[in-house]
């Protein structure tokens, strides 16, 4: 069956394409240049919007993204293209507070779990996201106003093998247009990724044609805004042929821009992401949160880490101190691996997995070893007990 698209709000237009008709759109080169000349006068366009606006403007703006969002709708209720629809027909607000991600002072921390979890036995895997504009915790003094996957930075992980068929539904849950965008996947972007409007749903169905750890991540413009807003999170594909048993672990890391907290909560600083200097780096989430609470494993184990980069804009130097990965696979699994690497570079937007055999007891740090970013929160610990 031919992978397919399914909108719940504009059944008309959504007629699903052939995957043969989706690859020829997707690879043809005078539509990839076209995006990204597009996508570079949409980033100059806001860049203007943002600079020239004093900072009360902003402030009503943040209160209005429900209205704006509805205009959104009126204008455009087929909502055609996720990359255009959103932001050039509103004033994209220049922060990520909304009404739902404000009095956030009583949300408790919690420690993002990074042990991958079993795959399905079945072969079909159904995904029911919701999109959710909600204030997180992610250290002891720091809430953020987070948009999200499933209300967590980063979203669910997701662990299916090679070729499984995904049955994907996102909701809307929040103010502002959301989508999602699976690199594990291959579709015209334009109709599986587009924007889904508050309050609606849409579902598409995949199989990953490659193994390996793929990131996924909302695409709505600019699509920097939303993921450096924190939605975004990782997908592991397992080859056929399933990897040595392992001690299994995923790290995203994520770089956190942040403006002035109000009411105790900060909210993410679009002109500050365009900057590129971040305030915070993470893995999974929250800065530094397994420094405090080590990854634990045993003498003898083999460890692979699933390391995936949400960026939105630096690399991860990944690297163990007192450490050496047996194997770096740069690509699907088991082929592209490497041996006896030391740091490896995972791309924004990349994805990478990285093994070593934990025969020495001790507390060995993993680390961004681009060290003003491993200072700033992309830094954890991994325990190899006797
Ligand atoms: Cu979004």
């Known amino acids: 069956m031919p992978d397919q698209v399914e909108e719940s709000s504009s059944p008309a237009r959504d007629t699903p394409a052939p995957l043969a008709d989706l690859a020829t759109i997707t690879t043809r080169p005078s539509n ?12 100059t366009f806001l860049a203007g919007c943002m600079r020239s606006k004093p900072e009360h403007e902003h402030e009503h703006e943040h209160g209005d993204t429900t209205s704006s969002a509805a205009k959104v709708a009126e204008h455009s209720p087929q909502n055609p293209d996720s990359r255009t629809d959103t932001a050039l027909r509103h ?8 009404p739902s991600t404000r009095g956030g002072g009583n949300i408790a921390f919690h420690r993002f779990d990074p042990v991958l979890p079993p795959v399905s036995s079945s072969r079909t895997t159904r995904l029911h996201f919701t999109a959710r ?5 992610v250290r002891e003094d720091t809430v953020v106003a987070a948009w999200t996957f499933e209300g967590d930075i980063p979203g669910p992980i997701v662990h299916v093998r090679q070729g499984d068929t995904v049955e994907f539904t996102l909701t809307n849950a929040g103010s502002i247009p959301h989508s999602m ?5 291959q579709l015209d972007p334009k109709v599986a990724f587009r924007s889904v409007l508050p309050g609606q749903s849409l579902s598409f169905t995949y199989k990953p044609k490659y193994s390996g750890v793929f990131l996924y991540h909302c695409g709505t413009a600019p699509v920097l805004m939303h993921m450096g807003s924190g939605m975004f999170g990782a997908l592991v594909v397992d080859p056929l ?6 001690k299994e672990f995923v790290l995203v890391q994520n770089e956190f821009y942040l403006g002035s907290p109000h009411e105790g909560v900060a909210p993410f600083d679009y002109v500050k992401m365009l900057a590129t200097l971040p305030d915070l780096f993470a893995f999974n989430g929250r800065p530094s949160q397994y420094q405090t609470a080590p990854i634990h494993v045993k003498r003898g184990d083999l460890v692979r880490f699933y390391v995936a980069n949400a960026g939105p804009t630096h690399p991860c130097a990944f690297h163990i101190v007192g450490e050496q990965f047996d194997t770096v696979y740069l690509g699907a699994p088991p082929g592209s691996a490497i041996h006896g690497v030391q740091t490896f570079d995972v791309a924004a937007g990349g994805g990478m997995i990285f093994e070593m055999q934990a025969d020495i007891p001790g507390e060995f740090v993993f680390v961004n070893h681009a060290f003003g970013h491993g200072q700033k929160g992309a830094i954890g610990v991994l325990v190899v007990e006797e």
């Open 241 to 246: 042929t399933p990897l040595r048993r392992a």
């Open 91 to 98: 004033a994209m607000p220049a922060s990520s507070s909304t």
């Open 32 to 43: 990839r240049r076209r995006f990204l000349a597009e996508a570079s006068a949409l980033a």
């Open 181 to 185: 965008d699976f690199h594990a996947a």
């Open 133 to 137: 504009e909600v204030p997180i915790r």
